[in-house]
């Protein structure tokens, strides 16, 4: 007979193990080995038993074995000792306590997933990492965020394999109580209870759970809870499932629910109030019109409010197309807004603006979550540098007087969180280790990872339906001493799974070479909707199948963090052949290099921006405009190959000492750039402390008006820009025969500023190198200065030199842009006047455009 329902009780811990049950629960123990170590002692099987989950083993140790513990003065000591580990953790200055900026009293991060530890599986794939590698690296900096993310009772799906190699997809149900969670609950002891208003009387109803990552508090959104009719309790039951109506509502569960969440839990436990949101890519972007309607709320009016949202906001984007961006129909979401449903108080035309796609080839039909995000937000960055340039390009629409250049989205690169994707041998060990023992290490750990292969295989093979019997095969499967190559992520096509098996003799060659063999570990799950990854998987699981190459190649299915940790630091060399430039950033080799592997992969995400001939090599991509699909792959693919048999087999093979050298250029140059803290400390500083400043210059609590006159400032810059102009340019010189290295030119440009004032615009030279096109290819800035009073027709002359300071074509133009102390940058407002086309001209041999 099955259960309905099923639940776990707790055992009670003898009062001197107490301190056991604040290690499980705080997950600092996922990425603290003496913790794990603890645990691991108090019962090795149970251990064992639960997957490395502490709440599972208190759940499942015996009252004997408790009784021993209690006893035993050795591990009470050590139970000690940790127990004060970590409370020193949670309370000493750290990074952020002795950084002298005036940083945020509080930041709240926004993320649909988090990828914290497999045993609080609120995942997909690289998104949900990042995020928890980002709290995790805020908990060690000692930067104070609070992490917003829903409860998904399904969690993403357990993948499994039938016979002929097709992904089944299971959804076990998490219970919260076997979870790392504690429910939010007001001081008389009932739940925290966060209410959606939804159209037709109806409300969406959510409970919160608070995991404690280290010392920052992650709010986790749960719709299935008793107060919810049955289609409100499923809202949150999937990540990334369901039709578009439940994505909208979890999109407004998790930004307007949850700042609502953090606003209870500022309120119960005396947290600073967060001056400054941040939103992990755009489905998180309804936690800006929240804080609008609250300021709404308090009387301010939707455009000063919206001002003073801005200020504290940061978005950043991971899609480098726009098929990945999150869309609605607006009509789907101009029912869940106004008076019939949420933020009443915002005028739903008002909401519906900010989602709208203005730029040439938009939709007008669609609600468009990115561009919402980079309209809440004064501050927002791609993830790597040449995704900086890409987001650039793809909302180039939103800043029409700039190039592409220009436009106000910086990049900041991301990286992954050491302690917890490094094995620990290698953190302890590696920098200071001889060759030989370097090169045992490097053994050891592959060896560790063929006894994980040959584990996991032998289940899949089990559900695939094969009997032992049949499995003696498995127990030869891979070999400690062979070249190791891993792949592994999620499976959408840009990823491209099987560009490996293009031309399959080749592949079978490699690894089945006599001498100098490799194999391959490669895994990945697909969306579940997605037959088309599938299909990848299936070609990929039957080649690995055959008799001939299985030894040498295997697909393991479920990749998940507890894979993860272990493929890493056993594969000597990671792969990655996405379409360039659709991998944003990548981390996966960020955290195989941290471990002493060598990249092989395309120059994408931040390859292209790190990538030494010491880290490993690239593989060389035929990407360009007007590319043909099929021809890049089958180019690229060979490429893979011939770099994998003339430079990364025989320096394994026969340059070990070559190989030992990148490993440790690899740790020591290309492993401090890629930690999660470095990504952390360049968001605080970069990102964080701007905003905050901002926003407390702009916070209705603190000057009133403030917001309301940046507001009024910009409607009025808007009114009058249609009247400024540069009327005139002319360029004072030595004659052009003379225009020679080291001299300079003078510029005097006549402008127009109809209603506005000289303090509220900057006049500007751009200069620099052109090309055929007369385009200025590296732009650089000279601000013009006032000379002289305005003449009748109200025209104002502005001045400046430039220096000339490179030989070659050389060239410049000149132009107005508004200013203001508030503004993040000039181009801010997407306002620049230029001369108008007619002027283009030479003058003194200088190109002017
Ligand atoms: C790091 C990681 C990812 C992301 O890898 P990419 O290289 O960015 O695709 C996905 N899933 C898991 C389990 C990971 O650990």
Redesign the pocket.
């Known amino acids: 007979m099955k259960a309905i329902r099923r639940f776990s009780v707790r055992p009670v811990l003898p009062e001197s193990l107490r301190p056991l049950g604040d290690l499980a629960r705080n997950l600092r123990w996922s990425w603290h080995p003496e913790t794990r170590e603890l645990f691991r002692y108090a019962d090795p099987e149970g251990w064992r038993a639960a997957g490395g989950d502490p709440l599972r083993l208190l759940g499942s140790v015996s009252a004997g074995r408790l009784a021993e513990l209690a006893q035993d003065r050795r591990f009470l000591r050590r139970l000690k000792l940790g127990a004060g580990d970590l409370n020193d953790y949670l309370t000493e200055p750290r990074w952020y306590q002795n950084a002298d900026d005036e940083l945020p009293a509080a930041i709240a991060y926004f993320s649909p997933e988090f ?1 914290i530890t497999a045993a609080l599986p609120q ?4 998104l949900g ?2 995020a928890g590698d980002h709290l995790k690296a805020a908990s060690d900096l000692g930067a104070p965020l609070v992490g917003v993310g829903l409860l998904y009772r399904h969690g993403y799906f357990r993948q499994s394999l039938s016979r002929d190699g097709w992904q089944q997809e299971s959804y076990p149900v998490l219970d919260p109580d076997e979870l790392p969670l504690e429910l939010l609950r007001e001081p008389d002891g009932a739940p925290v209870d966060v209410v959606l208003a939804l159209p037709g009387a109806r409300a969406l109803h959510a409970h919160v759970w608070l995991a404690r990552v280290g010392r920052v508090p992650l709010l986790l959104l749960d719709s299935d809870v008793e107060e919810n009719a049955p289609g409100e309790r499923d809202v949150t039951d999937r990540l990334y499932g369901g039709g578009r109506e439940q994505r909208l509502l979890q999109e407004m569960l998790l930004g307007i629910g949850g700042v609502r969440a953090v606003r209870a839990y500022c309120r119960l436990t005396g947290h600073p109030e967060p001056e400054v949101f941040h939103t992990n890519e755009g489905h998180a972007g309804f936690l800006g019109l929240e804080r609008v309607r609250e300021l709404s709320d308090a009387g301010l009016p939707f455009a000063a409010a919206l001002e003073a949202v801005r200020a504290g906001t940061v978005f950043t984007t991971h899609t480098p197309v726009p098929a990945g961006i999150d869309r609605f129909d607006r009509d789907l979401v101009a029912r869940y807004f106004g008076d019939d449903g949420e933020l009443p108080g915002v005028d739903p035309a008002d909401i519906l603006a900010l989602g709208t796609e203005t730029a040439p080839g938009g939709d007008a039909e669609l609600f468009n979550m990115a561009l919402m995000g980079l309209r809440l937000a004064q501050r927002a960055n791609g993830v790597s540098t040449l995704h900086g340039d890409v987001s650039r390009q793809m909302f180039a629409g939103l800043w029409p007087g700039f190039d592409a250049a220009e436009v106000p989205i910086t990049s900041l690169t991301n990286g ?1 969180h050491a302690p917890t ?1 490094v094995a620990p041998e290698v953190t302890d060990r590696a920098p200071r280790l001889s060759d030989g023992e370097l090169w045992d290490l490097r053994r050891t750990l592959r060896e560790q990872l063929v006894e994980e292969v040959r584990r996991r295989l032998h289940d899949s093979w089990r559900e695939r339906g094969a009997a032992r019997a049949e499995l003696g095969w498995i127990d030869h499967v891979l070999d400690p001493d062979v070249l190791t190559v891993g792949f ?3 499976v959408p096509s840009y ?1 491209r799974l099987t560009l490996m098996l293009r031309d399959r003799d080749r592949l079978r060659n490699l690894l089945l070479d006599p001498d100098r063999p490799l194999q391959l570990v490669v895994a990945g799950k697909a969306h579940p909707a997605d037959d088309g990854g599938k299909r990848l998987i299936q070609e990929l699981v039957r080649f690995a199948d055959d008799v001939r190459v299985r030894h040498r190649i295997v697909f393991l299915p479920d ?3 507890a ?3 272990k493929l890493y630091p056993g594969c000597d060399v990671w792969l ?1 052949n996405p379409l360039r430039p659709l ?1 944003a ?5 960020m ?1 195989s290099a941290l471990n002493g592997g060598l990249n092989l992969s395309v120059l994408d ?1 931040w390859w292209d921006e790190w990538y030494e001939p010491d880290f490993g090599w690239p593989i060389p991509t035929a990407d360009g405009p007007g590319a043909d699909p099929d021809r890049r792959d089958a180019i690229e693919a060979a490429a893979l190959y011939s770099v994998l048999e003339e430079q990364v087999t025989p320096c394994f093979y026969d340059h070990p000492d070559r190989w030992l050298e990148m490993i440790r250029r690899t740790l020591t140059r290309l492993g401090p750039k890629v930690l999660a803290e470095r990504m952390v400390r360049d968001y605080t500083q970069r990102l964080y402390a701007p905003a905050a400043h901002a926003h407390r210059t702009l916070d209705p609590a603190a000057d009133p008006t403030a917001s309301a006159q940046l507001a009024a400032w910009k409607d009025r810059v808007r009114t009058e820009w249609p009247q400024v102009r540069v009327d005139h340019v002319e360029a004072a010189g030595p004659a052009s025969d003379s225009l020679e290295l080291g001299g300079c030119l003078t510029l005097r440009v006549r402008v127009t500023l109809g209603g506005l004032e000289p303090g509220e615009v900057e006049v500007q030279a751009v200069t620099g190198r052109v090309d055929h096109n007369d385009t200025i290819t590296d732009p650089a800035t000279v601000v013009l200065k006032p000379a002289g009073r305005p003449d009748l027709g109200g025209s104002r002359l502005y001045e400046g030199e430039l220096a000339l300071d490179r030989t070659g074509p050389f060239g410049y133009t000149v132009r107005v842009l508004p200013t203001h102390p508030l503004l993040a940058g000039p181009t801010e407002l997407g306002l620049a006047a230029m001369p108008p086309a007619g002027a283009a001209s030479v003058e003194s041999g200088v190109l002017m455009r």
Not at 585 to 589: V, W
């Open positions: 990828g995942y997909s794939g690289g990492i990042l992954v994707w592994a992520r999620r990823k990749y998940g963090m894979m993860a940790q990655n991998e950033c990548g981390t996966s080799g955290k995400g």
